[in-house]
């Protein structure tokens, strides 16, 4: 017996199809089932009926603030944090003003202009003499002699060299001989 595949091609003898119905009649016929809630529902749980009395009922915490927020920041002059970090750190010791004062680039930078001949603008030479008078207080404060530093690291004199240099060799041999 040979194979006939089956076909969805009704006979005279098959079913009937049934006939077609208006949109508006099936929906009536068939009811929705209620499962969940509706779409848009998480907005419209906390909604009660106003108030008569002016408010707008209970207020739901899950909606945000409607307080306008600035774009644009303040024109206020605040103090960095930078400045502010610098202000609580501990303060500086006389010798370490000092050092910093010694270290300063634009201190050196007026002080090499001067030594040039060249004339400096007033407000700078304010903040040089300023700055001049700082340190010759820390130095005064600290007991440092700057004159007498230089009269150290000068020697005009050879033989002043020559007999610091024989009694920097007799300390040399001293030192052997006590290390024997």
């Known amino acids: 017996m040979t194979r006939i595949k089956k076909s ?13 119905t208006k949109k508006a009649e099936r929906t009536i016929a068939r009811k929705k089932q209620d ?3 509706k779409s848009g529902s998480r907005q419209s749980v906390g909604e009660q009926p106003q108030n008569n009395q002016g408010g707008k009922g209970k207020k739901d915490p899950r909606i945000g603030s409607k307080k306008p927020v600035a774009l644009v920041l303040p024109n206020t002059k605040e103090t ?4 502010v970090r610098a202000v609580k ?5 006389d010798e370490q003003k000092l050092a910093q004062l010694e ?9 090499d202009l001067l030594e040039e001949g060249k004339t400096l603008p007033v407000a700078d030479q304010q903040w040089l003499d300023k700055q001049l008078n700082e340190l010759e207080r820390l130095m005064d404060k600290l007991g440092i ?3 007498a530093d230089a009269d150290d690291a000068e ?3 050879d033989e002043d060299l020559l007999a610091k240099f024989d009694a920097g060799e007799d300390l040399l041999k ?3 001989q006590d290390d024997k």
């Open 155 to 157: 020697f005009t004199d």
């Open 145 to 147: 002699d700057d004159l």
């Open 35 to 37: 499962n969940g809630n």
């Open 8 to 20: 969805r091609n009704t006979n005279e003898n098959g079913a009937k199809r049934a006939p077609r």
């Open 103 to 111: 270290n300063d680039p634009r201190l050196n930078q007026l002080l």
């Open 89 to 93: 750190q501990a303060p500086l010791t």
């Open 174 to 176: 001293q030192y052997q």
């Open 80 to 83: 960095p944090i930078a400045a």
